[in-house]
């Protein structure tokens, strides 16, 4: 059964980081491409970020660009979000995500495993 444990949330000032981090217990990690996800309080769900199966292909959502920061370490079964110039509109629940597949993607019926989410507050 594959696992997604998130880690890394927190209370946060505007303008300041923090580096969410995304372990997978599944064998063939590498396999698969990988996708970050948010839900703020009464809102849908939204893409943030994806990266394919080697790290060498990423996308995000324009709400993050030149922000966000994704990234993988195969070796060690992990994929991280780096998010820095956060805003209060980055508060949220965000959830990690695993494809069955190898290539980007930016929907949520695009990923079939998720994490239980880790929450991300940003005071003004």
């Known amino acids: 059964q594959v696992q997604l444990v998130e880690s890394g949330g927190g209370l946060v000032q505007a303008g300041g980081s923090l580096r969410l981090s995304c372990v997978v217990s599944?064998?063939?990690?590498?396999?698969?491409?990988m996708g970050w996800f948010r839900q703020a309080p009464g809102k849908e769900g939204e893409f943030v970020a994806t990266?394919?199966?080697?790290?060498?292909?990423?996308d995000y959502a324009d709400s993050v660009k030149g922000r966000f920061t994704v990234s993988r370490d195969n070796a060690k079964n992990t994929v991280y979000l780096q998010m820095n110039s956060l805003k209060p509109e980055d508060t949220a629940v965000y959830y990690c995500a695993q494809r069955v597949g190898t290539i980007i993607a930016t929907k949520t019926n695009d990923y079939y495993y998720w994490g239980q989410g880790t929450q991300v507050t940003v005071s003004s």
């Open positions: 990266i394919n199966w080697s790290g060498g292909r990423t």
């Open positions: 599944v064998r063939t990690f590498s396999s698969y491409a």
